[in-house]
């Protein structure tokens, strides 16, 4: 019987792909660290989509204004119950083919809700973070996936797992001194975190050296001071929140350009 040449192309492939990832693994070896965090996501009973739906449900509903940063193959995007929707990404899915930075330098929009799950790098999530507070309105809601690793492996920098988060945990351990925010993160599909803009005067620490090189120890040894909640207490926490007047946002869209926040990334 002849081969079947398209499954064994398959298998070729998937093979290399072992071999790199094997060959990764012993490149990255000296960062390696014990701990596995068994999350348990199956068992949650709620996803990003339940978070993103609920969240838009309660900022306008069908009229909300909703923008997904990554987007890939449109799992969360189509699945967003509102009209208004912009999904950016420079591969797949989404509206518009570009990444994150250049969206945002020309975007004049403001959002009822954004989700940020673009680039997992530290240093582009933390820019992500920044600029999607400024095109957020005041009272509305930015989240991101992937704040809870489960193993070095899955959060290393670069990628050298198929279950990516990347080392977006370093924004969260600052977003908890983060001024003018709300911030939790929620217990459910790989940590969705969760901030709610109080006011137009927020503050994100600087991205630091420190944190730039830190290792997965650095995730063991401050995840318990993390606000992890459960999905529903969590999510009440956040929307509870009160936030100032959607004036402000008016007032600081003039001025944009003098923005004291811009300098911190
Ligand atoms: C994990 S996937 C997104 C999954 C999607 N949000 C979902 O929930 O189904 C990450 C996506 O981010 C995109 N991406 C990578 N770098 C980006 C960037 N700088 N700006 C925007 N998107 C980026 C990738 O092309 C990829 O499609």
């Given at each position: 019987m002849a081969p079947n040449t398209s499954l064994s192309k398959m298998s070729l492939s998937s093979i290399r792909h072992?071999?790199?990832?094997?060959?990764?693994?012993?490149?990255?070896?000296?960062?390696?660290?014990?701990?596995?965090?068994?999350?348990?996501?199956?068992?949650?009973?709620?996803?990003?989509v339940a978070a993103v739906n609920y969240l838009t449900s309660i900022s306008g509903g069908l009229d909300a204004k909703y923008l997904e940063i990554g987007c890939y193959d449109n799992h969360l995007f189509f699945a967003v119950a509102c009209l208004n929707k912009v999904g950016v990404d420079p591969v797949s899915g989404g509206t518009h083919r570009?990444?994150?930075?250049?969206?945002?330098?020309?975007?004049?929009?403001?959002?009822?809700?954004?989700?940020i799950d673009g680039l997992h790098e530290y240093?582009?999530?933390?820019?992500?973070?920044?600029?999607?507070l400024d095109a957020v309105k005041v009272g509305g809601y930015v989240a991101f996936h992937d704040f809870l690793p489960s193993s070095w492996v899955q959060q290393h920098v670069p990628r050298i797992s198929d279950s990516w988060t990347g080392d977006c945990w370093k924004l969260a351990?600052?977003?908890?001194?983060?001024?003018?925010?709300?911030?939790?993160?929620?217990d459910i599909d790989h940590g969705v975190g969760l901030m709610k803009k109080l006011s137009e005067d927020w503050h994100i620490p600087p991205v630091t050296e420190d944190l730039k090189t830190?290792?997965?120890?650095?995730?063991?040894?401050?995840?318990?001071?993390?606000?992890?909640?459960?999905?529903?207490?969590?999510?009440?926490?956040?929307?509870?929140?009160?936030?100032?007047t959607i004036r402000g946002a008016a007032r600081r869209l003039k001025a944009k350009d003098q923005s004291p926040h811009s300098s911190s990334i």
């Open positions: 072992d071999f790199r990832r094997k060959r990764q693994l012993r490149e990255f070896a000296a960062q390696s660290h014990d701990r596995v965090f068994d999350w348990e996501w199956g068992r949650k009973g709620f996803n990003r570009m990444r994150s930075d250049e969206f945002f330098s020309t975007n004049e929009e403001i959002f009822d809700v954004i989700f240093e582009q999530v933390h820019r992500d973070a920044v600029h999607a351990s600052q977003l908890v001194d983060a001024k003018g925010v709300e911030f939790v993160i929620l830190a290792g997965f120890e650095r995730f063991v040894s401050l995840v318990d001071s993390l606000p992890v909640l459960p999905f529903a207490e969590g999510m009440k926490k956040v929307v509870d929140a009160k936030h100032g």
